[in-house]
């Protein structure tokens, strides 16, 4: 109980984390990426770029897609603008998975104090480097303390009857995915705790990726929260990143063994596996939409339409 008990508290230390490095990138930039996001909207591809971009930089498909709906239901920004931001959130949430890879062990406390000692300046810009620094600090030491204790973990007798139920079926991991990132509210913190059982070799590559596929339906709660009380364009967006999600789930969901040899392939190390294999759902996923994204936003109107 106490080693899960720590291992809650590294998953909140690592969400902290993030939310320290989004709140110091948005202080530097966010102005400069708000503008971006409504002037360089009026085709679909240079949607994705911008979406992409912004998400990236702050870190965080979740923010970037709260900031469009409310964008959209002020209508500074159109549903039909929106689809391509949307499709490029998700290439751009690969950023932080495959960032959170690094071995920056050894410079994490002197990250964490130079980070904590900007945080005291008052000058603005320094200030949001020091939240900046001392978030990847704390991402970073979260994800070595998953290492340890998702080894231990499985000593626990409720976690590894969790986690054999997760081996037995790739459903069952979708499903995990979802859930575990509707709760935490965070797809990237999902991907950070597989890494550390899968760093640990407490669970396989194939089910980290059914984890990893759930967590990117999941992620579109906060989203749909977000459009709740909002006008019928903001709800299609909403609704046009739940539809996204799903989608490319299904579509990737029968070839797990497929991915998980390509994964293998690439890289040596489990964790730098399943963010390889993160970044080939997202972008894929996005890109076979985006030829078709008029036509996609359409889809979505009709249904939704109907339905009220």
Known sequence: MVKLLFFILLIGLFIYGMTLLRSGLMNLSAESLKKWLVKLTNAPWKGVIIGTLITAVLQSSSAVMIITIGFVSARLLTFPQSIGIILGTNIGTTFTTELITFDIEAYLIPLAITGSLLVLLKKKGLRSIGFVLLGISCVFAAMRGFEYFAGTLKSVEQINRLLLALDESHLYGVLAGIVITAIIQSSTATTGIIMGFLTAGTMDLDTGIAIMLGSNIGTCVDAYLASIGSGREAKLAAYAH???????????????????????????????????????????????????????????????????
């Open 242 to 308: 739940i539809w996204l999600n799903v989608i490319g789930v299904i579509i990737f969901y029968p070839f797990i063994y497929w991915l998980t040899e390509i994964g293998l392939q690439l890289a040596g190390q489990a964790d730098v596996q399943l963010a390889h294999i993160s970044v080939i759902f997202n972008v894929v996923s996005s890109l076979l939409v985006l030829p078709f994204a008029a036509q996609f936003g359409r889809f979505i109107i009709k249904i939704h339409d109907q339905i009220r």
